[in-house]
C-alpha cells in the first residue's frame, strides 16, 4: 500500500506557484520521498526526491517538514503544460515507487 | 542518452489469448520495474529485477503473468491466458544502482512510455 496520501485535485492559475501537499507520517528513516507527474498518455515522469532537506532542481522545489511526516511540491510558475496528475511517493527498500492515486493539478489560464 | 524503450505501444487482443511486451532498459540501469496502471489508478509494481534476478514479484499474478531479464538488460512481460480485467497500460522503468541499497533509494527511476493493452 501507499505511504502517501495527497488531496485528489487541485487549481492553479497560470503563471503563479502551485503548492502540492502530501502526508506520509510513517515514512522511514531511510526512505527518499519522490515526486513524478504523468501527462495523459505518457509514463511517468521525474520531477525531484529528498530526504530531509530541501531540495531545488530547475523544475520545481521540494520541501520537508523537520518531522518528515509531510513534505510540499512547488512549481513556482505554473504553465499550461504543467496540468498533469503528480505522485508523491515513498521509497522503499529494495528501491519500490509504490504509487497512490495522486493529486490532479488543472492549470488555468 | 536514449531512455527507456518498449514495444508494442499498442495490443489489442482477444480474451484467453497471450500477449508479451518488451523493454529495453537505459543502457547500465541493473534495476528494471514492470508495472501495471489500470485506467484512473495510479501505477502497481508487478516485478522487479536487480540485473537478471528477482528482487520483489509479491504482486505479479503468477498463474498467468510471467517476466523475465535473462542476460540482466532487456525485459519480457508475458500473459497467458489474458483477461478483460488485464486491460492496461504496462509500464516499464529502469533505475541505475550503484552500491548499497541507500545507492538505490537515492537514485530516480526513468519510466517509458508504456504499452496500451486492451483485451476484448
Known amino acids: 500500500d501507499a505511504k502517501t496520501t495527497q488531496p485528489p485535485s487541485m487549481d492553479c492559475a497560470e503563471g503563479r506557484a502551485a503548492n502540492l501537499p502530501c502526508n506520509h507520517s510513517?515514512?522511514?528513516?531511510?526512505?527518499?520521498v519522490y515526486w513524478y507527474r504523468q501527462i495523459h498518455s505518457q509514463g511517468p515522469q521525474y520531477i525531484i526526491h529528498?530526504?530531509?532537506n530541501n531540495e531545488t532542481n530547475e523544475m520545481a522545489s521540494l520541501i520537508i517538514t523537520e518531522d518528515r511526516k509531510s513534505s510540499t511540491l512547488i512549481l513556482p510558475h505554473a504553465t499550461l503544460r504543467d496540468t498533469a496528475v503528480y505522485y508523491c511517493i515513498v521509497r522503499v527498500a529494495p528501491g519500490k515507487l509504490i504509487f497512490g492515486q495522486g493529486t490532479t493539478l488543472q492549470v488555468k489560464p | 542518452e536514449a531512455g527507456v524503450a518498449q514495444s508494442p505501444r499498442y495490443k489489442i487482443i482477444e480474451k484467453r489469448q497471450s500477449v508479451a511486451f518488451w523493454c529495453n532498459p537505459i543502457?547500465?540501469?541493473?534495476?528494471l520495474y514492470w508495472y501495471q496502471q489500470i485506467l484512473g489508478q495510479g501505477p502497481k509494481l508487478l516485478i522487479q529485477?536487480?540485473?537478471?534476478?528477482?528482487?520483489?514479484d509479491s504482486q505479479l499474478p503468477k498463474d498467468r503473468f510471467s517476466a523475465e531479464r535473462l542476460k540482466g538488460v532487456d525485459s519480457t512481460l508475458k500473459i497467458q491466458p489474458a483477461k478483460l480485467e488485464d486491460s492496461a497500460v504496462y509500464l516499464c522503468?529502469?533505475?541505475?544502482?550503484?552500491?548499497?541499497?541507500?545507492?538505490?533509494?537515492?537514485?530516480?527511476?526513468?519510466f517509458g512510455q508504456g504499452t496500451r493493452l486492451t483485451v476484448v
Open positions: 522503468a529502469s533505475t541505475f544502482r550503484g552500491s548499497g541499497t541507500g545507492t538505490l533509494l537515492n537514485t530516480e527511476a526513468f
Open positions: 510513517t515514512i522511514s528513516g531511510n526512505e527518499y
Open positions: 529485477f536487480q540485473n537478471n534476478g528477482v528482487v520483489d
Open positions: 543502457s547500465g540501469h541493473a534495476t
Open positions: 529528498g530526504l530531509k
